[in-house]
T-cell receptor
Framework: EDQVTQSPEALRLQEGESSSLNCSYTVSGLRGLFWYRQDPGKGPEFLFTLYSAGEEKEKERLKATLTKKESFLHITAPKPEDSATYLCAVRRTQGGSEKLVFGKGTKLTVNP | DTGVSQDPRHKITKRGQNVTFRCDPISEHNRLYWYRQTLGQGPEFLTYFQNEAQLEKSRLLSDRFSAERPKGSFSTLEIQRTEQGDSAMYLC???????????FGPGTRLTVL
């Protein structure tokens, strides 16, 4: 069964203090790893899609990387507005399913 | 606003009542997905449509749940005989096709008393 584990569950940073969030996955035939940002009471907001090991994508202070077993979301010099829950999800090839399997998320708080 | 829209945003109902939610996807997207999210958890897949065809259903989708997407445009999710365990955020997402990212709506928060 597909599994996605995110760590840590919660992370507190000072403004400007860089760090990384981890997403470990077990899936039969990865067909995309997705990162989303979710603010309280809102739907997830799409950030990145990664398809193969070694791939990297960047957006402002965020950089996502992918290996065969895990993905990292690096946050460089975060600001308070980066505070949110970051969700990781995978999609697999088996059975042609298009569903996303999500982790529980990492709740990031950036203090000014 | 050209994003995914959902209605209502909040719904409070009594146990045993029926509720229906609506989702309007991004206009050119042919795939539409429903997920459910409870506090502290990631979204869990319920079902998805390609145009008007319902192609996959989760085991989470009991007989009390039904979803439709007439004419391949908007979709409705109905829950019959609601239970307190149905209280959750119901999220709709759409995508342009296979292998493409899913864009989520703001969700409908259901509270069953």
């Amino acid at each position: 069964e597909d599994q996605v584990t995110q760590s840590p569950e919660a992370l507190r940073l000072q403004e400007g203090e860089s760090s990384s969030l981890n997403c470990s996955y077990t899936v039969s035939g990865l067909r995309g790893l997705f990162w989303y940002r979710q603010d309280p009471g809102k739907g997830p907001e799409f950030l990145f899609t990664l398809y193969s090991a070694g791939e990297e994508k960047e957006k402002e202070r965020l950089k996502a990387t992918l290996t065969k077993k895990e993905s990292f979301l690096h946050i460089t010099a975060p600001k308070p507005e980066d505070s949110a829950t970051y969700l990781c999800a995978v999609r697999r090839t088996q059975g042609g399913s298009e569903k996303l399997v999500f982790g529980k998320g990492t709740k990031l708080t950036v203090n000014p | 606003d050209t994003g995914v829209s959902q209605d209502p945003r909040h719904k409070i109902t009594k146990r045993g009542q029926n509720v229906t939610f609506r989702c309007d996807p991004i206009s050119e997207h042919n795939r539409l997905y429903w997920y459910r999210q409870t506090l502290g958890q990631g979204p869990e897949f319920l079902t998805y449509f390609q145009n008007e065809a319902q192609l996959e259903k989760s085991r989470l989708l009991s007989d009390r749940f039904s979803a439709e997407r007439p004419k391949g445009s908007f979709s409705t999710l109905e829950i019959q005989r609601t239970e307190q365990g149905d209280s959750a955020m119901y999220l709709c997402a759409s995508s342009l096709g296979m292998e493409r990212e899913q864009f989520f709506g703001p969700g409908t928060r259901l509270t069953v008393l």
